[in-house]
């Protein structure tokens, strides 16, 4: 048991400050929903409400909507991080970056960083 405890709590550690070199845009909000699509096997829909963004992505034409990737620690991590946020109505910021690509859906960004205040 204290095993997972610390596991969980390296976890939480990691993806509070997970930073990925490389990105191309910064979305900050307090709001986050997210949705699962068929055509997107395997990933999610991150859909942000009331979020500033700078250095969008050229690809990234739905407005608010960023992809996460769920084959990836990093994806699997941040998926259960805005979850528990989302399950616990948390009005705090969080920082979102993407990569500068749309490739796992055509017209959303893809999610690379994140930073959680």
């Not at 620690?73 to 910021?93: D, E, I, V």
């Not at 979102?96 to 999610?111: A, R, W």
């Amino acid at each position: 048991m204290k095993t997972l405890s610390l596991l969980k709590f390296v976890l939480f550690i990691l993806i509070s400050s997970i930073s990925i070199t490389g990105y191309s845009s910064t979305w900050v909000t307090q709001s986050v929903d997210i949705s699962y699509d068929a055509s997107m096997p395997n990933g999610v829909f991150i859909i942000l409400s009331g979020y500033t963004v700078t250095g969008k992505a050229a690809c990234s034409t739905f407005n608010g909507r960023m992809t996460l990737d769920l084959t990836t620690q990093f994806g699997k991590a941040l998926y259960s991080r805005l979850l528990a946020m989302k399950m616990s109505n948390s009005t705090k910021t969080f920082t979102l970056s993407g990569d500068g690509t749309c490739s796992l859906f055509f017209n959303s960004e893809n999610i690379n960083a994140a930073w959680f205040q």
